[in-house]
């Protein structure tokens, strides 16, 4: 069923069909290997192609190149910006209430909503690669018998997921049933993958980060309660 003049499975067919699938399984996750940065230049909002004004912070547009939802770390003159949620990132730089204080011009945050990133505080003139963004990109496309994929040096499960898309795609208008049942195995494959890199993120600690957040419940002389102390001991007299 398998040939160059098959009506049913051509092979320039099966070539698009794994080159469809590498894309899948190399997307359905943002995976270590395809992390990528790229330089931008900064501009203020008001020199942009559609200005936000009068609003205080700038937005960018995402690499052409990168995953939606993919930017992880950003960075302006070598100083980073904290990611929060967008909803979080407009309550604040936005916060113009009678009696509130107004934002924080030393604080440095960033959120990204659609294909876009938004910067607080903005800039007042424009520079040149002066920012820089780190995020995922697609796997590379399979071009050549000989081309390995993002799996093949690191986890063949992640090949053999990619083989059961393949057939999934192919096998959907002959037995729909089996089609479905390759496509979730290829899923589960892919997931117990990511399941490791989850893991083995959780067992390397963060520089200067407690591993567990621990309230201090008897606080210190000031009243003032810190995380992760344990240096206050508890005086019980008998």
């Known amino acids: 069923m398998v040939a160059s003049n098959s009506t049913q499975f051509p092979a320039t067919r099966i070539t698009e069909v794994v080159k469809q699938a590498n894309i899948y399984c190399g997307t359905l996750f943002f995976w270590p290997s395809l992390f990528r940065s790229r330089y931008f230049s900064s501009k203020p909002s008001s020199q942009s192609a559609t200005p936000i004004l009068p609003l205080n912070y700038d937005y960018y547009d995402y690499p052409s190149d990168f995953l939606t939802g993919s930017v992880s770390r950003l960075y302006f003159n070598g100083k980073s910006y904290k990611k929060v949620a967008f909803q979080d990132f407009l309550d604040y730089v936005d916060n113009t209430k009678e ?126 309660s810190n995380i992760g102390n344990f240096s206050n001991g508890l005086d019980v007299t008998p």
Do not use: C
Request: cysteine-free; charged content about 20%; proline content about 5%.
């Open 99 to 224: 009696g509130h204080p107004a934002p924080d011009q030393n604080k440095r945050y960033f959120a990204e909503h659609g294909r876009q990133f938004f910067v607080w505080p903005g800039v007042t003139v424009a520079g040149t690669n002066d920012g820089l963004v780190w995020g995922n990109v697609q796997p590379p496309d399979l071009t050549n018998p000989t081309d390995k994929t993002i799996f093949s040096l690191w986890d063949d499960s992640g090949n053999e997921a990619i083989v059961k898309k393949a057939v999934s795609v192919l096998m959907e208008r002959l037995d729909v049933g089996f089609a479905n049942e390759q496509k979730t195995e290829a899923i589960q494959l892919l997931t117990l993958i990511w399941g490791k890199v989850v893991t083995e993120n959780q067992k390397n600690q963060r520089l200067d980060h407690a591993r567990f957040a621990v309230v201090d419940f008897f606080g210190t002389q000031s009243g003032i």
